[in-house]
């Protein structure tokens, strides 16, 4: 074994290592990999038992480096093969890397590297395992070369170093990177794979739309030839403009500088020359050589694309429209009036179609209704207008600002979200604290459907699995959430031989501690006062779950919430006991398996959710009104909120039959009457 010593200032080697970009090193080692004639680079990565990188290894089956080649490969920066050849040795494919620094991105994925490498040297076929570490990064550990009979190729592997910014590599975005920067590269070579994190890359399978446009620049008195290919993503991706050779391989990437509202692309610019200009990228349009020229050319080729584009994709989307039958037109229109009206409907309806409800009968609702804004109620426009034009001037240059980052219809869309939130807590609270509408108001057929819709009062972190289910259906549902196969087809009963009713249940994976969350909901109307009787059937479901021998080797926490707008004297008292969370009645666990009962008020419920959008309410300067609350109720669920009524009487049979469900029998004649 024998050290080699990088002839660079320490600090210089560490700043090259740009240790902030995990996913830029993972790119860089399968740029050196596929440099190295490699047909198959795979990229692992080692996860701790809290889900954190552990480890990454990047294998390849290219030529390796030879014994000869490590010495003057790991003693200086820059000097690179590279640098003089056009093409690998082997395959004759274009070359990416030629500054020689690629090696010293190993150190942005652990504090340990090493580097084992097979390839045909002058001794023949030999093994050879380079190490280093970030402690001293200018040492490398050469170890002394071994016959062998493998095939070519060479591993990475860094470890020791568990970070935040490692974890970047677990993220999908860190995929759509690694997608984007090869999707050229593996359109031309299609013997070639690249697997990230266990699954292939695989450009072609979300790819909306390509094109490629040849151009011309003019630098002075020379004129260049470029190829812009721009492609279109089924995924969300950074824009990035992506500076290639003639073969597409990525030389650097810079800022787009372009709108096209609601496309997710890439694209690439192809230069013959772009390889010799390295460093000039950074000046962009600015650089006085032909780079400046180039990136003028290329951002005008663009946005004369997406001019293009974007009348092709509106026409796509109300052609697709009309073949589903959703199109609110039939015909073509009669009149001067109705083509006008037509054309402002496409223009409309094509902006905001990305952010329509994706069920076909949701869409043809929010078409017609559209459409009819358009054709009677034009002023909605102008109010929308006028408001704009009422803006001081800082007021609109941070519409500017934020216009610059995100568009208007995602503006709207999230205004909206947070004020009919603010609003449906308006209306939960006229509900269950007015005291003529409490009295009215039923569990089962109203309160419990609202909030079916409404799951994040109960927390982001929840999504709804089942609603109003027996206590045997949620213990399968859960199994099925754990990959576990189905349960045992014999129900789980209660302590008392019944099999209880279930109203919501939610569920969250914890990821980092390998484990499952679920929330079982218990709804209680708000004339119902809560007793020990109550208190004891929601701990009846939880001992339920408990005892089930199916998941006595589950690692789960189950939390089972009673919800109510009164509780007895006694259920108070335990639930306010000292040295205990507020509300916590119960608190067991057998093995792996925890269940939590609490009992909570329908205050609590609304005041903590209130708490969780303060913040947005002062900023949002809106505190709705009863009507405006109850408005909102009509229009996201009128059908539990019957037009003409603030909150509608119940029927003597629906009353009967609520209180059949409610005594925990499964009764589903009961249940299905309701």
């Known amino acids: 074994m024998r050290r080699v010593h990088l002839e660079a200032a320490e600090d210089h080697v560490e700043r090259l290592a740009r240790e902030g970009d995990p996913v830029g090193a993972v790119k860089e ?4 990999a596929l440099d190295a004639d490699a047909t198959r680079v795979e990229v692992v990565i080692e996860r701790s038992a809290t889900g954190a990188v552990d480890k990454i290894v990047v294998a390849d089956n290219g030529s390796g480096i030879t014994p000869e080649a490590c010495s003057s490969t790991f003693d200086r920066i820059g000097g690179s093969w590279k640098k003089t050849a056009r093409t ?52 490398f550990q050469i170890g002394d070369p071994q016959p062998v009979g493998e095939a070519t190729g060479t591993v990475v592997e860094a470890w020791g170093r568990q970070s935040a910014v490692l974890n970047r590599l677990l993220v999908e975005k860190a995929r759509t990177q690694i997608t984007t920067e090869f999707a050229p590269y593996l359109a031309m070579y299609s013997d070639v794979e690249i697997e990230f994190d266990g699954k292939e890359v695989d450009p072609k399978s979300v790819i909306q739309n390509e094109a490629s446009i040849p151009f011309e620049f003019t630098h002075g008195d020379a004129v260049g030839a470029a190829e812009l290919r721009v492609i279109e993503w089924d995924m969300r991706v950074d824009r990035e403009l992506h500076l290639c050779d003639a073969e597409g391989v990525t030389v650097d990437i810079t800022e787009m500088r372009i709108q096209a509202p609601g496309f997710d692309y890439t694209a690439y610019v192809l230069w013959r020359d772009m390889p010799d200009h390295r460093g000039e990228f950074l000046l962009g349009e600015a650089s006085d050589g032909p780079i400046g020229s180039l990136l003028s050319a290329t951002r005008q080729a663009l946005r004369d694309h997406f001019k ?3 009348v092709e994709r509106r026409k796509e989307v109300v052609d697709k429209w009309k073949d589903n039958g959703l199109y ?24 905001v179609h990305r952010h329509m409800p994706r069920p076909a009968k949701h869409q ?22 006028d408001e704009v034009f009422r803006l001081n001037s800082d007021d609109k240059s941070e519409l500017d600002r934020l216009l610059n980052r995100t568009s208007l219809s995602s503006i709207i869309k999230a205004s909206s979200s947070v004020a009919d939130r603010l609003d449906f807590l308006a209306a939960l609270s006229h509900m269950v604290f007015d005291p003529e509408v409490r009295k009215v108001v039923k569990e089962r057929t109203q309160l419990h459907k609202i909030l079916e819709n409404e799951t994040w009062i109960f927390g982001e972190h929840y999504q709804l699995l089942v609603s109003d289910r027996s206590l045997n259906q949620v213990l399968d549902r859960h199994l099925h959430v754990m990959e ?28 980092e501690h390998d484990r499952r969350q679920h929330l079982v909901v218990e ?39 009673l919800i109510t707008s009164e509780m007895s004297r006694l259920v108070r008292a335990e639930t306010h006991q000292k040295d205990k969370p507020r509300g916590l009645a119960w608190d067991i666990s ?13 205050s609590d419920l609304i005041e903590e959710s209130k708490g969780r959008l303060q913040y947005f309410k002062e900023h949002f300067d809106h505190d709705p009104s009863v009507e405006q609350a109850m408005e909102y109720l009509r229009h996201a669920h009128a059908q539990y909120v019957p037009e003409g009524s603030m909150i509608p009487a119940p029927r003597q049979d629906e009353t009967v039959a609520e209180d059949v469900i409610e005594d925990g029998v499964a009764n589903e004649d009961a249940s299905e009457s309701t």
């Open 29 to 32: 080692l399968i740029w050196n």
């Open 88 to 139: 690998s040795p082997g395959l004759g494919r274009p070359l990416h890397g030629q500054a020689g620094q690629g090696r010293l991105r190993a150190f942005a994925l652990g504090a340990f590297i090493r580097w084992t490498t097979i390839a045909d040297g002058i001794d023949g076929r030999q093994k050879t395992i380079i190490s280093a570490h970030n402690a001293s990064r200018n040492d």
């Open 308 to 310: 293009k584009r974007t």
């Open 328 to 351: 609110p037109y039939e015909g073509e229109p009669d009149t001067e009036a109705e083509k006008v009206e037509r054309e402002t409907f496409d223009i409309i309806a094509t902006t």
């Open 364 to 385: 043809r609702a929010t078409l017609a209704l559209l459409r009819e804004s358009v054709k009677h109620q034009p002023s909605h426009v102008n109010r929308v207008l």
């Open 484 to 511: 576990r196969g189905e349960r045992t087809p014999d129900p789980v009963y209660r302590e008392d031989g019944s099999v209880g009713i279930v109203d919501l249940m939610l569920s969250r994976a914890r990821k």
């Open 523 to 561: 709804l209680k109307a708000p004339k119902v006062k809560v007793t020990d009787k109550e208190l004891h059937q929601i701990k009846s479901y939880a001992l339920a779950v408990i005892e089930d021998p199916q998941f006595a080797d589950v690692r789960v926490e189950w939390d089972f919430w």
């Open 590 to 602: 057998d093995g792996e398996c925890s269940v939590r009962v609490w009992v909570k008020t329908w």
